[in-house]
């Protein structure tokens, strides 16, 4: 792995993401000072569940899962991050470790920001203690929603659910693409790969076609529909 400072270019795609939104550029510059631009190539393993908590990252590009073992080396998916995202905030604040592993799905180039740092220089701006609150509620409220379809929902409705959370039409039709390969998308949904391939089976009864990463969906309203049957609203 490569570590740089931080660059300008760098400070501009850091303040489109949620947590830091509305800092001035030289707030931002400040409070980062510390950070690394880290180069991680595919299937860099970034840390283990319980390791020390020393520092969060920020997906600038590529893509990041994070997992849990079982079954000694096994990895369970747990969510797949990508860019403008940022992880394991919260495990700075509590109880110092981290609560999952994370892995490199891609090549991919993270902003690392040093726990001490950050710390130190967040006291002394509330605005921002705010906007970190509000990003892990959001990550909470995320992981409620996922354990929630996994025990109320189908297969076939956990991956209409998830095609759906890629569009941002309400109605008519859409094509997506899928972020990441099927194998780490089965993972990510909680099935086994010939579980997803049932799954898109069941879905094509409904107007959805895929091939290879484009999934076409000939009517979302129909789709929307059929994901809340018997479950949670999507």
């Known amino acids: 792995m490569e570590s740089t400072p931080l660059s300008q270019a760098a400070l501009v795609q850091i303040r489109r993401v949620p947590l830091f939104a509305g800092l001035a550029p030289e707030a931002l510059g400040w409070l980062l000072e ?24 920020v997906v600038l590009d590529g ?12 990895r369970s998916v747990i969510d797949v991050l990508g860019p403008g995202e940022t992880f394991d905030v919260a495990a700075i604040f509590d109880v ?13 180039e993270l902003v690392v920001v040093p726990r001490d740092s950050f710390v130190a220089r967040l ?20 992981l409620v929603r996922q ?21 941002d039409a309400e109605t ?14 089965a993972s990510r949904l909680g099935m086994q790969p010939e579980s ?16 290879n990463d484009r999934v076409v969906i000939d009517d979302l309203t129909a789709l929307r529909t059929y994901c809340e049957e018997n479950g949670i609203p999507r």
């Open 34 to 57: 510390s950070a690394q631009v880290q180069s991680c190539p595919r299937d860099t393993v970034l840390f283990e569940a319980g390791d020390p908590a020393s520092q969060f990252y």
């Open 63 to 74: 893509r990041v899962e994070l997992f849990m073992r079982s079954a000694g080396t096994r």
């Open 96 to 108: 110092g470790r981290y609560p999952t592993g994370a892995r490199t799905v891609e090549d991919a």
């Open 123 to 142: 006291s002394e701006n509330f605005d921002l203690v705010l906007s970190l609150m509000a990003s892990i509620s959001r990550h909470l409220r995320g």
């Open 147 to 167: 354990v929630g379809e996994l025990k109320l929902k189908t297969t076939g409705q956990r991956l209409g659910s998830f095609l759906l959370g890629l569009t």
């Open 172 to 185: 008519g039709h859409s094509t997506v693409r899928l972020p990441y390969d099927k194998r780490l998308l």
């Open 196 to 211: 997803l391939s049932r799954a898109f089976g069941t879905l094509r009864e409904i107007g959805v076609h895929g091939e």
